[in-house]
């Protein structure tokens, strides 16, 4: 019997897309055995394994302007530019979360976040991982705008950094012989190299550290590479897309709601569109 895998792209407020997809495989009954997450993948994930339909969106477009949620403020006071407090305990309260089924679903969950000594993106899992709302903070740290998290004495940032999709930890885990992956971009999506005025605060900021500088200014090459890298596993039915069209408005900061509505419905339609071909993809042997 197949194994399935279910990738996450990280995004940061474009996982509204993911958001609207899950809930289709949520409505669906839809099971992975292992899902994969990377920064705004990760919260997707979590909300997707206790089964909490409808939450992730609830989020975004009733707290995504919260200065509780994300903000200069949180920067100043906390150095994370994500609420911590408020995502992992306050929002637990205003939109409940079913830890219960979290804790005791059988599927894996594994975190991507960046190993800022090595530059090397490091998968952390459920059960395994001491402190995973440390692993989640990590994963969702943002250059610039989120301090190093220290997990087992080592400093992690964005795991983005390194990788937008979880490719790395579908090579490390080839087990999972069916592999879903969406996307927060299109897949023919391409960046444009680092502008000056970006190198130059990364500059200030990350200059001393050899490895981490040198992979930030890398980051559109690096994102290129894996989108062509996409392309060709997709062919080859190595694993299923679902991504969002050009049509796709939703900034990395979206501060519009009825944007931030139009991105999840565009999962929903997108999911609802792939339902067919993806459950037979999976059937397959």
């Not at 997450?37 to 979590?46: D, E, H, Q, R, T």
């Not at 969702?140 to 705008?145: D, E, F, K, R, T």
Request: with cysteine; glycine share 8%; charged share 20%.
């Amino acid at each position: 019997m197949s194994k399935t895998l279910l990738l996450l792209e990280g995004g940061a407020y474009r996982g509204i897309f993911t958001a609207g997809v899950l809930d289709v495989f949520l409505r669906e009954n839809l099971h992975f055995d292992a899902v994969a997450g990377i920064s705004a993948g990760s919260l997707c994930a979590y909300n997707f394994i206790s089964r909490d339909l409808g939450r992730t969106k609830r989020i975004l477009l009733e707290y995504g302007n919260d200065p509780r949620y994300f903000s200069a403020r949180n920067l100043l006071h906390t150095g994370h530019s994500v609420g911590d407090d408020f995502l992992f305990f306050t929002l637990m309260e205003l939109i409940p979360f079913d830890l219960t089924a979290f804790r005791n679903s059988p599927t894996v969950f594994a975190v991507g976040a960046t190993n800022c000594r090595s530059g090397e993106i490091v998968y952390f899992e459920k059960g395994k991982a001491w402190n995973l709302n440390d692993c989640i903070l990590a994963s969702c740290s943002l250059p610039l705008s989120g301090k190093m998290v220290w997990i087992d004495g080592d400093p992690y940032l964005d795991g983005g950094v390194a990788e937008h999709a979880p490719l790395t930890y579908m090579a490390q885990h080839p087990e999972y012989d069916k592999v879903v992956l969406v996307l927060t971009r299109p897949l023919n999506a391409r960046k444009l190299p680092i502008s000056q005025p970006q190198r130059r605060a990364l500059h200030a900021v990350y200059h001393r550290n050899k490895v981490l500088y040198p992979l930030l200014l890398q980051e559109p090459d690096l994102f290129n590479e894996q989108r062509a890298q996409i392309s060709k596993m997709a062919r080859d039915g190595k694993l299923f897309v679902i991504g969002p069209d050009k049509q796709f408005r939703v900034k990395r900061v979206e501060r519009d709601a009825a944007i931030l509505q139009e991105g999840y419905d565009q999962g929903v339609q997108a999911a609802e569109a792939n339902l067919a071909a993806m459950l037979e993809y999976l059937a397959e042997t």
